[in-house]
């Protein structure tokens, strides 16, 4: 088992930043953020490989950046350029049989999920 804690979430105004970080308690391979806004589907935002290989929602290019340190077992999400539309609950995800993280796996961990909150 595989514990996940979400952290950095907050309020901010449109085009400001804010920093998600993710501790998982022990070894992970792919792992990802998601997101899911009120009477929306969960959104897959970015997904990270233990090469650093990341993928990226067309939504998010250019604004956001996913990183990881394997060796602390941490996982950040660097949002820039915030828009209203950013606003939802951002969960980290992880699994660790494998496979090719960028494609549609599923994810075997779930974080608590921290709120992030856009104003205009």
């Known amino acids: 088992q595989v514990q996940l804690v979400e952290s950095g979430g907050g309020s901010v105004q449109a085009g400001g930043f804010l920093r998600l970080s993710c501790a998982a308690s022990?070894?992970?391979?792919?792992m990802a953020w998601f997101r899911q806004a009120p009477g929306k589907e969960r959104e897959r935002v970015a997904t990270i490989d233990p090469s650093g290989r990341a993928s990226y929602a067309d939504s998010v290019k250019g604004r956001f950046a996913v990183s990881r340190d394997n060796a602390k077992n941490t996982l950040d999400l660097q949002m820039n350029s915030l828009k209203p539309e950013d606003t939802a609950m951002y969960y980290c995800a992880a699994e660790t049989w494998g496979g090719v993280c960028s494609g549609q796996i599923e994810y075997d961990y779930w974080g608590q999920g921290t709120q992030v909150t856009v104003s205009s």
């Open positions: 022990g070894y992970t391979y792919c």
